[in-house]
């Protein structure tokens, strides 16, 4: 397969509430009106195409002066998909030969909101589908050994060349092998759609904030193939 351009996905889907300091800021309030309960399956949203950012630049949205920034990594799935039920024992080099077509760095951008302020649960569309706000990493087949390694990845975030904050995908509520074989079982993924493993956040479950005019940066130091995404935060 030849190297593909950051934008050939299909529809982007992310999971909230998959970091565990996310989770145990929300869980109380998920069992609240109107919910009662916690959620038993992922809770899945979609990124809208318009969101979709491979360049340098970020447009802030008028009226604002910072926004969130959901570092996440993703994976894309083959055009020839079909669900393996050895998924989360084989290799990823066998993985990316019938499901798994490249890894990705994304970069959730969106309006700073959260669970406490009312707007985590189906937020609204004005939250995260401005034009722009899905920083796209290059497509990296990149990952080798058994897929439970996933967990093993750190991200680093930085803000102004200042790291802000690191966090490892052993610190999810599911792991990245048990996210997929949760959300194969109510859905089929279709040809090159992605899946966000979830956002990484700080010990209070809250997402970091990048304000307007400064450069942010993702990258992995223990996988440092996957590359690198680095945008800047400009008025729009």
């Not at 998959?18 to 919910?35: C, G, K, M, T, V």
């Not at 792991?175 to 759609?193: E, G, K, R, W, Y």
Request: proline fraction near 9%.
């Amino acid at each position: 397969m030849g190297q593909p351009t950051a934008h050939a996905l299909g529809t982007v889907y992310g999971c909230l509430l998959n970091s565990r300091s996310q989770w145990r800021a929300a869980e109380l309030i998920a069992l609240a009106a109107p919910y009662q309960a916690a959620p038993k399956h992922p809770v899945l949203f979609v990124k809208p195409r318009n969101t979709f950012n491979a360049t340098p630049t970020v447009s802030v949205p008028r009226g604002h002066e910072a926004l969130s920034v959901g570092a996440s990594l993703s994976l894309v799935f083959m055009p020839n998909f079909a669900i393996n039920p050895t998924l989360v024992t084989e290799s990823i080099e066998s993985v990316a030969t019938d499901s798994i077509a490249w890894c990705q760095l994304m970069i959730d951008w969106h309006l700073p909101h959260s669970a406490s302020s009312g707007g985590f649960y189906r937020p609204p569309l004005k939250f995260n589908a401005h034009d722009g706000l899905l920083g796209l990493g290059a497509p990296r087949v990149a990952i080798g050994g058994p897929l439970a390694e996933l967990a093993l990845i750190e991200l680093v975030l930085e803000i102004d060349g200042v790291d802000v904050l690191s966090w490892r995908l052993t610190n999810t509520v599911r792991s990245p092998s048990q996210l997929l074989v949760d959300v194969t079982a109510f859905m089929t993924p279709q040809p090159l759609d992605a899946l966000m493993l979830g956002h990484a956040t700080g010990p209070n479950g809250e997402l970091p904030l990048a304000r307007l005019g400064q450069h942010v940066k993702l990258h992995s130091p223990t996988h440092p193939s996957l590359g690198s995404i680095t945008q800047t935060l400009v008025a729009e």
